[in-house]
Structures are given as structure tokens and as C-alpha cells.
């Protein structure tokens, strides 16, 4: 079944759930004069718009919206998560199957950092996927240079100023002590810019490898750097259906 816009939605969410923009970029499309509704350039995006009005950007007609997907992607390193870099460095999207739709990554990974990326065509979607309040849990394995002891991660598990940043408790796991270095599993709910690397140099330790192997439920498992799938519509629906429940009529 088809997607509809409810009546009376606003167009900067109407152009987010269909993967044109974030709200606040749908926004900025149309202040800069380039969203028509109906044939007529729009200046506000105080506008409650129908299934019936005709929405171009850029003078491309905005189409009904595609079902819902996602995708597990293995980011390499070296990659940037962004549509584009102006140091002319590659980025995740130039990295995907020609035969990919137009998808947004739910959270970021620096550039150096690999593992899980979830990917999807759905605005709405990445939005709820990234709020903490979601509460899903995104978990790492990272190597560290050092011999950290249980209490070296006191402050990491009961919250701790860096900077200006406050970041919540993190579950922490000492795996192993391999050589000069140990692996950790690091588990958070939010992800501020850099936050394991920042926590881990205010107690001492130098990140060298961060692999994020999880976000919620969704694993990394044996996917090599580079590889995609796509998550089965249900699975999907089994693991969102709360979250989204339109999904769910798909």
C-alpha cells in the first residue's frame, strides 16, 4: 500500500518524511526560493499542504512517498558521513551501489571510525532513530593503548563533564588485555560529536580502533568494510513497529 500525506502536514515535514531534506534543510529550501507548491514559489514554510498539492524542489516534482527501508551498511575508514566534503574527501554516499535510492544515515561516524551505519529513505525515521530518548543502546569494541584496571572507568560509568559536553553513563567492558593495548565493549545511548574518544582521553587512555558493532537492535555481525543489506521488511517491522507504527500498513 501506498504512502499518503495526512491532511494538513506541514511541507517541511512532508519534504523530510520523503527523504528530500531534514526539516530545518526543507526549510532553508524554501526560504531560498527553491520549493513551488502548485506551480507558485513559496516563501514560508508555514504551509499545511494535501496528498492533492503538487511539490517540486529545484523544478523536480516531489513524488508520493516509497515505502519505508533501511539498510546495514559496514562503513570502512576513511569515509566522511556527510552528502559532501568541502576537502574533497570521500564520503559514505560516493561509496554506495549506483543502484542505491537516495538514503540518509541515521547518527554519524567519524572518519576514523568503521562498523554499522544504518542507512535509510525515510526522514521521519532517522529522526526518531537518533534521539536518546529512543533509548536504544549503540554499542562499540575499541582498542585502547594502555593497562586500564575496573576502576580506571569510574567516571565513564556514573557521567562526566568533557568540556562543555555532559555525557551520560556508559556501559563499559574490559574484554581483554592484548599486549600495551585493551579491547573494550562501550555501550551509549546518545552520541555527541567524538564522545568515546573525548571520555577516553580525559582518564588517559588513546583510542586506536573504534568499531561500532551495534545500534539497538540492529548488529554489525560479519559484514566486511563495504558491504550493504538490506533489512527485510520483517525484521523491520518486528524491531520498529513501536517506534513508527505506519510502518506497519507497508
Known amino acids: 500500500m501506498t ?4 491532511p494538513g502536514d506541514r511541507i517541511a515535514k512532508i519534504l523530510s518524511r520523503k527523504g528530500i531534506a531534514s526539516r530545518r534543510g526543507a526549510e532553508k529550501l524554501i526560504l531560498e526560493g527553491r520549493v513551488k507548491v502548485n506551480g507558485i514559489i513559496i516563501d ?3 504551509l499545511n499542504l494535501t496528498d492533492k498539492d503538487m ?23 576513511n569515509l566522511i558521513t556527510s552528502t559532501k566534503d568541502d576537502k574533497g574527501r570521500t564520503t559514505v554516499f560516493e561509496s554506495l551501489p ?6 540518509m544515515s541515521v547518527g554519524r561516524l567519524d572518519i576514523n571510525s568503521e562498523g554499522l551505519l544504518l542507512l535509510t529513505n525515510d526522514g521521519a525515521l532517522k529522526r526518531i532513530l537518533e534521539l536518546p530518548s529512543t533509548g536504544w543502546v549503540r554499542k562499540y569494541r575499541v582498542r585502547v593503548q594502555g ?14 563533564k568533557v568540556g562543555a ?3 551520560r553513563p556508559m556501559e563499559v567492558t574490559i574484554d581483554r588485555q592484548q599486549g600495551a593495548n585493551a579491547w573494550l565493549t562501550i555501550g551509549l545511548r546518545e552520541g ?13 587512555l588513546r583510542v586506536s580502533r573504534l568499531i561500532r558493532i551495534s545500534y539497538g537492535p540492529f548488529q554489525l555481525l560479519d559484514m566486511g568494510p563495504g558491504e550493504i543489506d538490506e533489512v527485510k521488511k520483517r525484521v523491520m517491522r518486528d524491531q520498529l513497529g513501536e517506534l513508527l507504527p505506519e510502518l506497519t500498513s507497508k
Open 55 to 77: 511539490i517540486m524542489v529545484d523544478g523536480n516534482l516531489v513524488g508520493e512517498q516509497e515505502p519505508t527501508r533501511i539498510w546495514r551498511y559496514h562503513k570502512p575508514l
Open 147 to 160: 593497562r586500564p584496571t575496573e576502576n580506571t572507568f569510574k567516571r565513564l560509568r556514573t557521567g562526566m
Open 165 to 167: 559536553d555532559i555525557f
Open 44 to 46: 514560508s514554510p508555514a
Open 98 to 103: 549506483k543502484s542505491m535510492p537516495k538514503v
Open 3 to 6: 504512502s499518503k500525506v495526512n
Open 192 to 204: 555527541k560529536n567524538r564522545e568515546i574518544r573525548r571520555a577516553l582521553e580525559e582518564i588517559g
